[in-house]
């Protein structure tokens, strides 16, 4: 296949599964060793940065307005919610990736198909956001790092557990991610300045703004599915994906 369909591929994947509730890491993983694409580690981190810039271009508004008035009650439970998330993968994210398996992948994968399967006709709540939610919101995403685990599904189905409104989980959740995605992209990065590799720059370009472009469709995507209540959806996904990885990973 040409390098740069391979490219675009990785973008597309990283950017539909960022925001789907459908794990963007166990996504990557697999398809670079379907591939057997080298500097994983480079490619993940551009792919990030592209869906980083999609979340805040279909946020620019809200997030202008915090910036403007950086002194509210969202931006202290982003606050509330971001300290457990990195606390948890820095103390916690060797281990995991000890951890890795395909076996463990699969039953990631199974895990968040019974969430969202369940959550999904669990009538809508009503709550709004306090720091113990947000909190706790914040050690599911920490838990996220485990590989199949989704993190915006695992955030998202913890918010309507806890009986949040589908809409304001959802967005909360699209927040959440910011400070997370640019963590996890200094934290690579840091990586492959002490292990520098040969860069293909135009392949670099293809990743950004295919994550980026396929970020914004993804964010909009899961807006509308999450409206209509159709996250079981992504539980078939899961399932067969989980099937898949068992029979040719």
């Known amino acids: 296949m040409n390098s740069a369909i391979k490219y675009f591929l990785i973008g597309l994947v990283q950017g539909l599964t960022e925001f789907l509730p459908v794990s963007s890491s166990g996504h990557i993983v697999l398809f670079g060793s379907f591939f057997n694409l080298d500097n994983l580690l480079l490619l993940s ?15 620019r508004k809200r997030l202008f307005s915090l910036i403007r ?10 606050i509330i919610a971001t300290i457990p998330t990195v606390l948890i993968v820095l103390v916690f994210n060797k281990f995991f990736e000890s951890g890795f398996s395909t076996s463990s992948t699969i039953w ?49 189905v913890t918010g309507l557990f806890l009986g949040i409104n589908k809409n304001e989980a959802l967005d909360f959740s699209f927040l959440m991610s910011i400070p997370i995605i640019i963590a996890s992209a200094v934290y690579e990065g840091i ?59």
């Open 45 to 59: 981190v551009v792919a990030h940065l592209g869906t980083l810039l999609a979340v805040i271009y279909c946020y």
């Open 69 to 78: 008035h950086p002194i509210n009650k969202t931006n202290l439970n982003l």
């Open 108 to 156: 990631g994968f199974l895990i968040s198909a019974v969430l969202l399967f369940v959550v999904d006709f669990k009538a809508n709540g009503n709550k709004y956001f306090t720091k113990k939610t947000s909190f706790i919101m914040g050690v599911t995403q920490g838990l996220a790092v485990l590989p199949g685990i989704s993190r915006s599904g695992t955030t998202l």
């Open 191 to 249: 990586d492959l300045i002490k292990n520098p590799v040969t860069i293909n720059w135009v392949g670099m370009v293809i990743v950004f703004v295919a994550s980026f472009v396929f970020g914004i469709l993804s964010i909009k995507l899961m807006l509308k599915v999450v409206k209509k209540n159709r996250l079981f959806y992504f539980s078939f996904y899961l399932i067969f994906l989980s099937l898949l990885t068992l029979l040719f990973v």
